[in-house]
């Protein structure tokens, strides 16, 4: 029988000396589980060791790559200290360790805790070991995000990097001090703005400067950010200079939580209304003083305004430039009005630049949506064949789907209480035990049911919608014959328009449409 190990470094066990070595839990690990393989007569395969990675991170290297060895059946066995060593969320338990591990003929085994997959009548401890690190997972980012949160509210900055034109207090923790070399930029740029110069021509001034846009001097100052991927990555463009101008850190305020993780699962993270900022006033020296930042402000905020009071372009915030993929501004010349890349004005060979008139491009828009009508309506069974707004079954599906799973996890947790109570009959747990387990399970319960109520609520409301008028045929009906396109029009059928550059010796500009349906 093959075996292999897989050693990772527990969060309360970091004390290694050096990088380049193993911690001392790593070792201990090694030692005992190259014993237990020893005294078993099993023949090593291969150690596996995540040294500095949470057991919450899915993306550790030798995690994986023990995972897609096991998908190729080159050992028999995974032996680890813990099961929470291999994994702390309960997810990953099911998918691999009751799931596919059995499928692919491979035993777990855990010595410490006694998890054994060759065992089922520990299946159970198992799920409950599961849990029980799922819910740790779960407490210590409630722990983590509520210190966080408190020092957010006190006004300490707690990013890992401070804002460009600051750096981080050496003798204060949370605290901001005036960078002067990038502060003299963050200064230029509001008394340039100040003076009538837009923010692209700013862009393109510090990039003939040579001036090294926020990331790339960060970099230089031996910070660990990433090597910029491409040429342009160095350089400042439009929004770089839009940002600095509307941060209030440059007038002393600290402005943190403008982004929030989804969940303790996942890295990603998406923006949150601006009501849940926390902004505290005066944490730190200003930059920019009141009166050039308001003047700034009253000047953005003129040039805010659309070329027709009280309406927003056709096309805005929906046509990109295919070549860098930035969204294309408009402009206005002699009555008509245009879309173009802003990126190619701020350097030399920063973009090959895209431009359209709005005309043209609706013109376009309108020919492609009457094709697509026409040959939609000329189909029997439109409901069936084609989906022309689909995003309320889409979200009726989900919501089935996600009840669905509360559904069975909560039948899960009605078993998982039954078998604990034969467990605690049986005498295999003690009574406060059998307690505290089943309240968690409980409420674990409790809270999906209300999951599920809330989820069925909501499909009551997606079917009125539904049969309230979401007719397909009359919505593609509605659109067919057009000869020009509204705003709502825009916002209902489309999710943005790709541009390219004008085809050499004609007048054709290339132009790819993303619908909405």
């Known amino acids: ?89 309960l997810e990953l338990v099911e998918k691999y360790i009751h799931g596919l ?43 983590i995000r509520s210190v966080l949160t408190n020092r957010r509210i006190n006004g300490f900055h707690i990013g890992a990097f401070a804002l460009y034109g600051y750096k981080k207090d050496p003798d204060k923790k949370g605290h901001l001090i005036i960078d002067e070399e990038a502060a003299a930029v963050v200064r230029e740029v509001f008394t340039l703005f100040s003076q009538g110069y837009g923010k692209t021509a700013i862009a393109r001034m510090l990039n003939d400067l040579g001036i090294p846009n926020p990331t790339e001097y960060k970099r230089l100052q031996g910070l660990r950010y990433q090597q910029p991927k491409t040429k342009n990555s160095t350089l400042w463009k439009y929004f770089a200079i839009s940002d600095m101008l509307v941060n209030e850190i440059y007038i002393g ?132 064949n084609i989906e022309f707004c689909s995003s309320l079954q889409q979200q009726k599906d989900r919501i089935l789907s996600d009840i669905a799973v509360y559904e069975k996890k909560v039948a899960e947790y009605a078993k998982g209480i039954r078998d604990l109570y034969m467990d605690k009959v049986k005498g295999l747990i003690s009574e406060s035990d059998y307690q505290e387990m089943t309240k968690d399970f409980m409420v674990d319960r409790d809270r999906l049911e209300r999951s599920i109520a809330d989820g069925k609520k909501q499909l009551i409301e997606i079917d009125d919608k539904i049969a309230a008028g979401d007719n397909r045929r009359d919505l593609v009906e509605q659109y067919t014959n057009l000869t020009h396109l509204t705003r709502e029009m825009v916002e209902t059928l489309i999710d943005h328009v790709s541009i390219g550059k004008r085809i050499k010796g004609t007048r054709d500009v290339p132009v790819e449409i993303h619908w909405n349906f």
């Open 1 to 89: 029988m093959k075996v292999a190990i897989y050693c990772r470094l527990s969060e309360e066990d970091r004390n290694k000396q050096f990088e380049t070595d193993d911690s001392n839990s790593i070792q201990n690990q090694k030692a005992m589980l190259m014993q237990y393989a020893m005294e078993q007569g099993w023949e090593l395969y291969n150690i596996y060791s995540d040294d500095d990675y949470a057991g919450a991170d899915r993306r550790r290297p030798e995690f994986n790559r023990l995972l897609e060895d096991a998908e190729k059946r080159k050992f028999d066995i995974i032996l680890c200290k813990t099961q929470s060593r291999f994994t702390r969320e």
């Open 101 to 143: 591990f059995p499928l692919w003929g491979i035993r777990f085994i855990s010595i410490v805790d006694n998890a054994d997959t060759a065992n089922k009548g520990n299946k159970k401890s198992r799920q409950i070991n599961g849990l029980v690190n799922e819910w740790y997972l779960e407490d210590m980012s409630d722990n």
């Open 253 to 384: 305020n600290m402005v943190q939580g403008k982004y929030g993780s989804i969940s303790y699962k996942t890295k990603q993270n998406k923006p949150r209304p601006k009501s849940e900022w926390y902004v505290v006033e005066g944490t730190h020296e200003p930059i920019i003083d009141r009166e050039l930042w308001d003047r700034v402000q009253s000047m953005i905020a003129q040039r805010a305004k659309p070329f027709d009071v009280g309406h927003i372009g056709l096309f805005a915030r929906k046509a990109r430039c295919a070549a860098c993929g930035y969204t294309m501004r408009s402009s206005k010349n002699h009555g008509k009005h245009y879309l173009q890349c802003s990126n190619r004005h701020v350097a030399k060979d920063a973009c090959t630049g895209a431009f359209i008139s709005v005309d043209k491009l609706e013109g376009l828009v309108i020919d492609e949506l009457n094709r697509l009508a026409a040959e939609y309506l000329d189909k029997d069974e439109l409901e069936q």
